[in-house]
């Protein structure tokens, strides 16, 4: 019989990613449950909280991202397996020490540290193998902070400080995660390496945590490890007669038996997460779906559909890990925050040593997103911490950066060529979906008669979205290399102006847009026109005031019957309030598109680039801080994060853009210093930091 749960209106909506297309279209095909996809898993919990999704499972590492901001996900469930005899949680980490011990967490200094090294294991995350070093450096007033180290960053200080307050130790690798600048840090403070197995290497080993158990029986003082391994290894018959050796160091400087453990940090399982106003729903149907998989079956629990297709649902739901076959449902449906504060400590975003990476917002959704970015990275360990700071828009951002208020922003690709203008230069590219690729292209009327090439274009009149984006450098320099725009000078503004006529780019009138000295705003805004929003009657503003600013602005542009453009240059897109009958390209060659419409290809459009990029001022004291923020978020975190020098042909093409524009600068002033800028900006990632460190 069809439970009531399951009929046609109570169909739950279930979080997939990519890759479960198939099975996805199994499991619709019976109408029990729908998916909706998500590109992670942090879009996964932000569609449970809004309703859009009803349930979904997540890592534990995503579930800190969002507990102490959403209100509405709670937690049915945990996907267990059957290894781990510590079952409340997947891991838990413990601190050993001699039993002779005294003076708790103030009386290490000196001491040899046994530790099991980093990124080894997803689970094991940087914070909770942290916690132990970074609580004791703490209490004993050494953080470091004022440490003189070679690369001036706080993760320096950090491994400096550790090797001055311990003595001979064993704490392997990969610190920072790129072997040339490991290397180098394991010889300046090779006293951290000392007692490793492969000191010369200070790699952890295929069994870290019982190597650090090892490193403490065979000489050292205090040992990181799990709680797990502990049970593992002084069951076995070797060890059993050293039980009494040994004890736990807990958080209280307290140091108890291993009968009586004290767990540092607990690393909770996978969790099956749901919307709380359909929990208890949601929760028959798991136990229904599922039960032969629920450790704490509900007896009274109705059977699924015979024809529901489970094993399609199950790779959807499940972890990748097939080990984790098991679920224990979780009792009350806490919220969150209320689960996880049970296992781990929630890592404030407080800054440390007064290091911090100001991270400039230009609106209350970026700024949301931003404080997820800072709790991610605090829940890594990342120093030094970020912190968000709301403006009022993208103009001010880039010019709060060259006024040292503020020391990043992410910004819209558009706002490239304003932001070298500010002496700011690009550190990485998010990167994630082909459709954010911009493409601009020349578009003319459909019944154009005396345009056929890019040279007839000189003398009429432009309509571009805007004075300095993309569309406007794009057009430049196309035209720049195809000798169509002349090579006498590196004034883009004046270029441009010269070779128009009377024409419409909106912020030509504007000094936020850093415009030329040398143009004729009259001419360049000419024919934009006040808006139905227009409060002043100003017809060239960068808004929604002026009616032909944007894609679609200049289209209109083009199109008005009254003082009409000649050509327009515009993003490739779909203008739904548009006949795209009524348009052809003119293609980068010269040549003018055999059918008319957008849709044309890569050959014809002016070029492909990448929508946004990561900008930072190009000199500043922050730039090693910053570099080592943006690759521990590369590595651990935010994916598609691509460096400058990408084998990417859209970012490629996007550096390029603004090469061209840095060359013919420091050709045209070699007062100024842009050689050495262009050197700066078409580093590669990992070169940039190898530049900044030594």
């Given at each position: 019989?069809?439970?009531?749960?399951?009929?046609?209106?109570?169909?739950?909506?279930?979080?997939?990613?990519?890759?479960?297309?198939?099975?996805?279209?199994?499991?619709?095909?019976?109408?029990?449950?729908?998916?909706?996809?998500?590109?992670?898993?942090?879009?996964?919990?932000?569609?449970?909280?809004?309703?859009?999704?009803?349930?979904?499972?997540?890592?534990?590492?995503?579930?800190?991202?969002?507990?102490?901001?959403?209100?509405?996900?709670?937690?049915?469930?945990?996907?267990?397996?059957?290894?781990?005899?510590?079952?409340?949680?997947?891991?838990?980490?413990?601190?050993?020490?001699?039993?002779?011990?005294?003076?708790?967490?103030?009386?290490?200094?000196?001491?040899?540290?046994?530790?099991?090294?980093?990124?080894?294991?997803?689970?094991?995350?940087?914070?909770?193998?942290?916690?132990?070093?970074?609580?004791?450096?703490?209490?004993?007033?050494?953080?470091?902070?004022?440490?003189?180290?070679?690369?001036?960053?706080l993760f320096e200080k950090e491994i400096k400080a550790l090797s001055d307050f311990f003595g001979p130790s064993c704490r392997p690798g990969p610190w920072i995660g790129f072997e040339k600048y490991d290397n180098d840090?394991?010889?300046?403070?090779?006293?951290?390496?000392?007692?490793?197995?492969?000191?010369?290497?200070?790699?952890?080993?295929?069994?870290?945590?019982?190597?650090?158990?090892?490193?403490?029986?065979?000489?050292?003082?205090?040992?990181?490890?799990?709680?797990?391994?502990?049970?593992?290894?002084?069951?076995?018959?070797?060890?059993?007669?050293?039980?009494?050796?040994?004890?736990?160091?807990?958080?209280?400087?307290?140091?108890?038996?291993?009968?009586?453990?004290?767990?540092?940090?607990?690393?909770?399982?996978?969790?099956?997460?749901?919307?709380?106003?359909?929990?208890?729903?949601?929760k028959k149907d798991i136990q229904s779906w599922f039960a032969s998989n629920i450790i704490n079956k509900d007896p009274n629990g109705e059977p699924a559909p015979s024809d529901m297709n489970i094993e399609y649902l199950q790779p959807i739901l499940f972890p990748e890990e097939k080990e984790y076959n098991q679920i224990q449902i979780v009792e009350g449906a806490p919220s969150l925050l209320d689960y996880l504060e049970k296992y781990r400590v929630i890592p404030p975003t407080n800054e440390k040593c007064n290091e911090k990476i100001r991270w400039c917002t230009v609106s209350n959704a970026e700024q949301e997103k931003c404080k997820w970015l800072a709790q991610a990275s605090a829940n890594l360990a990342i120093q030094p911490t970020i912190k968000c700071i709301q403006s009022h828009n993208t103009f001010a951002c880039l010019e709060d950066i060259k006024t040292d208020k503020v020391d990043v922003v992410s910004s819209d690709a558009h706002f490239g060529y304003i932001a070298r203008k500010k002496d700011l230069a690009p550190l990485a590219f998010p990167d994630t979906a082909d459709n954010d690729r911009i493409k601009p292209i020349i578009v003319i009327r459909n019944t154009e008669n005396d345009i056929n090439s890019l040279k007839n274009l000189e003398g009429k009149k432009a309509c571009f979205p805007e004075y300095g984006g993309i569309e406007w450098l794009s057009f430049i320099n196309t035209l720049r290399a195809q000798n169509v725009l002349s090579h006498s000078s590196c004034d883009y503004?004046?270029?441009?102006?010269?070779?128009?006529?009377?024409?419409?780019?909106?912020?030509?009138?504007?000094?936020?847009?850093?415009?030329?000295?040398?143009?004729?705003?009259?001419?360049?805004?000419?024919?934009?026109?006040?808006?139905?929003?227009?409060?002043?009657?100003?017809?060239?503003?960068?808004?929604?005031?002026?009616?032909?600013?944007?894609?679609?602005?200049?289209?209109?542009?083009?199109?008005?019957k009254a003082n009409n453009g000649d050509y327009a240059v515009v993003t490739q897109g779909a203008y739904q309030d548009f006949d795209s009958n009524d348009f052809k390209v003119l293609c980068k060659n010269g040549s003018v598109a055999s059918a008319p419409g957008f849709n044309v290809d890569e050959n014809c459009a002016l070029t492909?680039?990448?929508?946004?990029?990561?900008?930072?001022?190009?000199?500043?004291?922050?730039?090693?801080?910053?570099?080592?923020?943006?690759?521990?978020?590369?590595?651990?975190?935010?994916?598609?994060?691509?460096?400058?020098?990408?084998?990417?042909?859209?970012?490629?093409n996007f550096v390029q853009l603004f090469t061209d524009v840095e060359k013919c600068a420091a050709i045209d002033d070699d007062k100024n210093n842009s050689a050495a800028t262009l050197r700066f900006t078409m580093l590669p990632f990992a070169i940039f930091l190898l530049f900044i460190f030594y």
């Open positions: 019989m069809l439970s009531r749960n399951l009929v046609c209106c109570l169909v739950n909506t279930i979080c997939a990613s990519l890759k479960d297309r198939s099975d996805c279209a199994q499991v619709e095909r019976k109408e029990y449950a729908r998916c909706k996809l998500n590109l992670h898993q942090v879009d996964c919990l932000l569609n449970i909280e809004q309703d859009k999704i009803d349930l979904g499972r997540v890592t534990p590492e995503a579930a800190l991202i969002g507990a102490k901001f959403l209100k509405n996900v709670v937690v049915l469930g945990e996907f267990r397996n059957n290894a781990v005899k510590n079952d409340s949680a997947e891991l838990a980490v413990v601190v050993l020490v001699r039993k002779t011990h005294s003076g708790g967490l103030r009386n290490l200094r000196g001491k040899k540290y046994c530790h099991p090294g980093f990124k080894f294991n997803q689970i094991a995350t940087d914070f909770i193998l942290k916690e132990f070093e970074n609580t004791v450096l703490k209490e004993n007033n050494a953080e470091g902070c004022e440490n003189n180290v070679i690369t001036e960053t840090f394991y010889k300046n403070y090779s006293k951290l390496c000392e007692l490793c197995n492969n000191n010369d290497k200070c790699r952890p080993g295929n069994e870290p945590f019982t190597d650090s158990i090892n490193c403490l029986v065979n000489g050292g003082d205090v040992a990181v490890t799990t709680l797990d391994t502990v049970y593992q290894y002084f069951n076995n018959t070797d060890n059993k007669n050293r039980i009494d050796e040994f004890g736990y160091l807990c958080k209280s400087g307290d140091i108890n038996g291993l009968e009586n453990p004290c767990m540092w940090g607990q690393q909770p399982w996978n969790l099956i997460i749901a919307n709380k106003k359909k929990e208890s729903s949601i503004g004046q270029l441009i102006s010269n070779f128009v006529t009377d024409s419409c780019m909106p912020g030509a009138h504007d000094r936020e847009h850093e415009v030329s000295e040398h143009i004729d705003e009259n001419k360049l805004c000419k024919l934009c026109q006040p808006s139905e929003q227009s409060k002043t009657g100003v017809n060239c503003n960068s808004n929604t005031e002026n009616r032909f600013y944007g894609n679609s602005g200049a289209l209109k542009c083009l199109m008005d492909k680039i990448i929508d946004s990029e990561v900008l930072a001022k190009k000199v500043s004291s922050k730039l090693a801080n910053i570099g080592v923020v943006l690759l521990n978020l590369e590595t651990h975190s935010t994916q598609g994060l691509s460096s400058i020098q990408s084998d990417s042909g859209h970012i490629n």
